[in-house]
């Protein structure tokens, strides 16, 4: 397995270019940009912007490990407004298409919300309606991932959807696209379950993996805590990564930074990875 980190790691500011340079100095293999409305890696991203991010990327010796995008918190593919679900989903093409320029294999797509407790003015919607939004969507994105030639992973996040990894398993299998699988979030699930369960059962279903500490009795948003800090029985999660032939990034998002001397907790969370799949965490 390969070590990633997520640009959502360094402050916000910070350019692209920079956060390459510390991510290699850091120890990493390769980095997950994120898609954003505006800005360096906006939507309305020229070529020669997506060239030059390339060779940035080859100038520092690092890859680009994956593509995220915040967006879906703002377009839901399962809003009530056909208008929202029909941004959500072109955003999610976009996405694809950068991916394919990017040559990064897997984009990481929320695909949908039933509610969200951390945007308290986030409208509920049905479950049942939800489910068949977001299936409808997957359904009709996975012909535009098999297009690009780029999988589409799709995050268990805290959208009160997709609640057990029976259920993620049986959505995916549903959806039947071998270019559509799970992008699979190690401290997303210890508030309510064990990421080792999820991996075992979602199998090589698994399209790519996010690191994360979470302490549950933090709870919240507080919860999530530095790498090995938390309740994530790690030696068990690799240990099911490999069981199921598990290769790829594992990709570290770290959020929020530190206060002070923010960019410590990229090399902090290097170290901890090398211990962590080195196997040598007590």
């Not at 916000?12 to 390459?20: D, L, V």
């Not at 800005?39 to 060239?51: A, M, N, P, R, V």
């Not at 929320?110 to 509610?115: A, E, L, M």
Request: aromatic residues 10%; proline residues 3%.
């Amino acid at each position: 397995m390969k070590k990633g980190i997520n640009i959502w790691s360094f402050p916000e500011q910070m350019a692209i270019a920079e956060c390459m340079r510390i991510a290699k100095d850091a120890g990493f293999d390769g980095i997950e940009l994120a898609l954003t409305e505006t800005g360096e890696l906006g939507l309305e991203i020229q070529d020669g912007k997506i060239k030059e991010i390339r060779s940035m990327a080859d100038e520092h010796g690092i890859e680009i490990s994956g593509l995220a995008t915040g967006l879906y918190w703002s377009y839901s593919m399962t809003s009530g407004d056909v208008a929202i679900r029909q941004k959500a989903i072109d955003i999610c093409k976009r996405q694809l298409e950068l991916a394919a320029a990017f040559e990064v294999d897997t984009i990481l797509v929320i695909p949908g919300c039933v509610g969200v407790d951390f945007q308290p003015n986030f409208p509920t919607v049905n479950y049942e309606r939800a489910y068949e939004y977001a299936l409808n969507a997957m359904q009709e994105l996975s012909q535009s991932a098999k297009a690009a030639g780029v999988n589409i992973g799709i995050e268990n996040v805290w959208n009160k959807f997709l609640l057990s990894p029976l259920e993620m398993r049986s959505f995916i299998d549903t959806i039947d696209s071998p270019f559509v699988g799970s992008y699979f979030d190690v401290g997303n699930v210890v508030y309510s379950g064990y990421p080792e369960h999820w991996i075992q059962i979602l199998g090589e279903r698994i399209k790519k993996v996010h690191f994360k500490d979470y302490r549950r009795e933090v709870g919240g948003l507080a919860g999530f805590v530095d790498l090995l800090a938390g309740d994530v029985n790690y030696p068990a999660v690799v240990k099911a990564l490999h069981e199921i032939g598990y290769n790829n990034y594992v990709i570290a998002e770290m959020i929020p930074s530190y206060t002070h001397h923010s960019t410590q907790i990229i090399y902090n969370t290097s170290k901890s990875m090398d211990a962590i799949l080195k196997g040598s965490v007590e």
